[in-house]
């Protein structure tokens, strides 16, 4: 009686997770999987009479030698880094402050996660007419009403990509912010009590008990953080369409030019291959060495 | 943890009777509503009347469109007409309507086509060749470069709605005022700019001297051919059917584009502007000279838009000395979508879109310029546009971008190659066209 109780629990179960799992293989494993095939073909979609020949690593080679794909692929390690270590340095910040006791704490906590809650197209159209040449909130803050020395921020390429890290980490330092004061909160009142017993200063007890602690916190928060900065695309599409001169071409960005613009699917596909890779390799070195922090903390 | 879990394990053993079914129920309803949904997506209209969907973009002036759908809805109560607007910009318009072609959407009968997309599209098989029903005779009534656009090998592609070609818009009161009359050359443009915007600059008048399109999408390239040919270079080289931006006349022009136009007699943010950008610039005020399409005309002369209202003036583009001038083929055609199960119906309202009097009413509500020539006789236009009987060897010598499917490919390349030369001062331009030649030549030698 038990046992079968026990195993029409387990059928249940597992039809509880098959629409989740279902969904997973529809929308995630055979996109992946159908673009992997992609990327084997020479597929243009304006020559249809070249038909859909099987290429092999053509594609491949091709991008290896493919300077824009290279370039972008530059400009998205230099995005994915600068704006993954800007937005965990904040993130840590705001949580620090936000994990204090104050009087309106639940006001400015429901604050810091107005920026994430907004839809990125909206933040990026938003940033786009802050850095404005004409009406621009930034020129106006800079220089007021002195119009003639006025600054086209999006029309030179280094302060484009930095406007564009620059939103990027305006609207996702809050998301980090809300990984580790969840770290923060499982830190024991008690551990720093002693430590101010045993007279260690703020800044000890910060980098001897809060950091260690909320390590695991920060980890998760870079690796999420990471993942999606790879995929950076929705800021590029609307602040700058990749330009000037290339300067915010992203990977992601270029892909999608190659495949919904040009039509050609096949190398278009490539391009998102190699992105899911790399993130997917990100994303490993990460549970790897996570995995060994949380062992290590649960020995200790 | 354990006991946590232990308890809620117990939890639901003891109300497993109860809860199990109600919530396999819901289950099961889920289910079936997953099954169903896309059914219930595919579901056609009711019989007996023709859904013709029709797929356009934002328009600049809304009221002139609502008024042509009402008079076709009233004309055609058999045909209810079900329009989906999508996103100004040519390109982004492109991915979405490309997007529904490459699924073989049902939901499209007619669309509009970019003067650039017949070729592409002919050859992708996503516009119904319309030989059958746009006969030879009437097309003659339509502006040659027009037809010529919407032809591929031999067949025809779409109906041209409404054409478009690069136009010098400039300040009458300021250039009077200095006594210049409308520049020939660029040479003479950037002076008259220079003298304007300094002599105004005295007075505590902030003034640019020209604005234009220079951010990094297909309007870059309308506006940097008008430069390269009047120089006698050339985009593609008509001869050898080869790229010939890397020629030296070619490399000039655009080279004059950097030195003497950007951040010069043009702000620096002309590199982020599109049409709108740069013509809200012009109607307020805030420059002398502006390159724009014949929309800008309505737009400019609106008082309840522009603060220059009848003090504009508009010219054919300059060139350069020994070159002539040259304006970009722009405009819009109507096609027929070859996966469309309504091609009578869609035929319909294509000849209805195209007819004499709605490009009429668009000429003369929302200030697009015709496509069949005897409205440029027309005396109610001629009124309301006088400049349409002087701008009309404009259009009829409009010139076209380079035609292939692959055009959407040649120009990325294209954008990314005058972004580059014009947006950078170290740039070397000669190494950069050197290499978008290369890579331009490697594309068409695919087509062949």
């Not at chain 2, 209810?80 to 318009?93: C, N, R, Y």
């Not at chain 2, 520049?183 to 300094?198: C, D, F, G, N, Y």
Request: charged share 20%; aromatic share 12%.
């Amino acid at each position: 009686m038990k046992l079968s109780s026990l195993s029409r629990e387990r059928i249940f179960a597992l039809a509880l997770i098959a629409p989740c799992f279902l969904f997973v293989v529809v929308f995630a494993f055979y996109p992946i999987l159908y673009s992997f095939y992609l990327s084997l073909h020479r597929i243009i979609l304006g020559i249809p009479s070249l038909g859909q020949p099987f290429t092999g690593l053509e594609n491949y080679r091709d991008l290896l030698h493919d300077r824009i794909a290279l370039h972008s692929l530059a400009n998205t390690l230099l995005f994915v880094f600068i704006s993954t270590f800007l937005e965990i340095l904040f993130g840590l910040i705001i949580a620090l402050v936000i994990n204090r006791h104050f009087r309106g704490r639940g006001m400015v906590r429901a604050a810091i996660l107005v920026p994430w809650a907004i839809p990125t197209v909206v933040s990026s159209q938003m940033w786009r007419f802050i850095f404005n040449d004409q009406y621009g909130l930034l020129n106006y803050i800079l220089y007021g009403s002195d119009t003639s020395r006025y600054s086209a921020w999006l029309a030179d390429p280094v302060y484009a990509f930095s406007a564009i890290v620059a939103a990027d980490v305006w609207k996702t330092s809050s998301f980090a912010a809300l990984l580790i004061l969840a770290g923060l909160q499982v830190i024991p009142d008690e551990l720093y009590e002693a430590a101010r017993m045993d007279g260690a200063g703020a800044w000890q007890r910060f980098r001897r008990i809060t950091l260690p602690l909320v390590k695991p916190a920060i980890l998760v928060a870079l690796l999420f953080r990471t993942m999606d900065a790879f995929r950076v695309f929705d800021l590029v599409f609307v602040m700058t369409q990749g330009g000037p001169a290339d300067s915010t071409n992203v990977l992601q960005f270029y892909g999608y030019k190659k495949m919904f613009t040009e039509g050609l699917m096949g190398y278009g596909s490539t391009i998102s291959v190699v992105v899911f890779l790399m993130a997917l390799a990100v994303t490993l070195l990460y549970i790897r060495v996570m995995g060994k922090g949380m062992l290590k903390a649960e020995n200790a | 943890m354990k006991n946590l879990l232990r308890s809620v394990r117990e939890y639901h053993m003891n109300e497993q009777g109860v809860r199990h079914g109600l919530i396999q129920g819901v289950f099961m309803c889920f289910f079936i509503l997953l099954l169903l949904a896309p059914a219930g997506c595919t579901k056609k209209a009711e019989e007996g009347g023709t859904t013709l969907h029709f797929v356009t973009w934002k328009p600049n002036i809304p009221e002139a469109w609502e008024e042509i759908y009402s008079i076709f809805r009233a004309e055609h109560p058999d045909i209810e007409l079900v329009k989906e607007v999508g996103p100004h910009s040519s390109t982004a318009f492109h991915d979405l309507l490309t997007q529904k072609l490459k699924n073989r959407s049902e939901d499209v009968d007619v669309f509009l086509m970019d003067v650039i997309w017949p070729p592409e599209f002919a050859a992708a098989g996503w516009a119904a060749p319309l030989d059958d029903m746009f006969a030879p005779s009437e097309r003659k009534e339509f502006l040659d470069g027009a037809i010529l656009a919407n032809s591929y090998n031999g067949r025809i592609y779409g109906v041209p709605l409404f054409i478009d070609s690069g136009i010098l818009y400039y300040r009458t009161d300021l250039l009077e005022k200095y006594g210049f009359s409308p520049p020939r050359t660029w040479r003479e443009m950037v002076e008259q700019a220079v003298k304007i915007t300094s002599g105004e600059a005295g007075k505590g008048v902030e003034i640019y001297g020209f604005s234009g399109q220079f951010k990094q999408y297909e309007g870059l390239v309308c506006d940097m051919m008008e430069y390269i040919l009047s120089n006698g270079g050339n985009i593609i080289n008509p001869e050898t059917g080869r790229s010939g931006i890397a020629g030296k006349h070619a490399v000039e022009a655009v080279r004059f584009v950097r030195d003497n136009i950007i951040g010069k007699i043009a702000p620096p943010g002309v590199l982020t502007y599109q049409e709108p950008e740069s013509l809200d610039i012009f109607i307020q005020g805030k420059a002398v000279f502006h390159r724009n399409w014949p929309y800008a005309w309505e737009v400019s002369n609106n008082p309840k838009r522009s603060t220059v209202a009848g003090k504009v003036g508009i010219a054919r583009l300059p060139h350069f000395p020994g070159g002539r001038s040259y304006s970009t083929l722009g405009g819009w055609q109507a096609g027929i979508s070859s996966y469309s199960k309504n091609k009578e119906a869609a035929w319909t309202f294509v000849k209805f879109l195209t007819s004499e009097r709605i490009q009429k009413l668009l000429a003369l509500k929302a200030g697009r310029a015709p496509t069949r020539k005897k409205l440029y006789g027309d005396a109610e236009i001629l009124r309301a546009y006088p400049h349409f009987s002087g701008m009309k060897d404009v259009f009829l010598t409009a010139y076209p971008r380079p035609r292939t499917p692959l055009y959407p490919a040649v120009s990325n390349v294209l954008q990314r190659y005058f972004s580059k030369a014009i947006s950078d001062p170290s740039s070397d331009i000669e190494k950069e066209a050197v290499a978008a030649s290369r890579e331009i030549d490697r594309l068409l030698a695919l087509t062949k």
